[in-house]
């Protein structure tokens, strides 16, 4: 007797608990997104050949390349580290250079993990050698070779 009354409570809660989820939309809808068919658009494209003398074509491209503006400091903003700032396309665009900031700003940077916004920090921009420069980046953990990549805007050399 009992144990039909328990197994008529367990009936019933799983009735109920599937009436719910039927109900609340639980149960897997069908897809009502519409199936669009791919479309072809055929364009025709012409090219114009214009013969420009070659001294007109270098002054062309000469004013067409745009060279980023290096920064020659920088101002902390709120959640920045060092590895963040030497990543910046106008600081060195790469990320392992931070020790390069941190040694040219250690009377502001007693600990290289904490700096704080508004610091205004120098960025050394030249007066390194080769050897100093892959000397930062092996302490900053970069992957062998220890040369800045050819994107890398170091210091001068």
């Not at 067409?64 to 503006?69: F, G, L, Q």
Request: hydrophobic share 40%; glycine share 6%; proline share 9%.
């Amino acid at each position: 007797m009992i144990k039909k009354r328990y197994s008529r409570i367990l009936l019933l809660f799983a009735l109920s608990i599937g009436v719910i989820f039927l109900i609340s939309g639980c149960v897997k809808q069908p897809s009502t997104a519409l199936i669009e068919e791919p479309t072809t658009v055929e364009q025709e494209v012409v090219a114009v050949e214009e013969e420009v003398p070659l001294d007109e074509a270098e002054s062309v491209l000469a004013g067409s390349v745009d060279e980023p503006e290096l920064a020659g400091y920088h101002v902390v903003k709120k959640g920045e580290c060092l590895w963040w700032i030497a990543e910046y396309e106008d600081v060195y665009n790469d990320p392992f250079m931070w020790p390069l900031i941190y040694t040219a700003n250690t009377d502001q940077i007693n600990n290289p993990d904490l700096i704080y916004p508004d610091q205004k920090l120098k960025i050394p921009r030249g007066g390194y050698t080769i050897e100093e420069v892959k000397e930062a980046r092996q302490r900053a953990g970069a992957p062998r070779p220890y040369t800045p990549p050819d994107e890398a805007l170091a210091p001068a050399y």
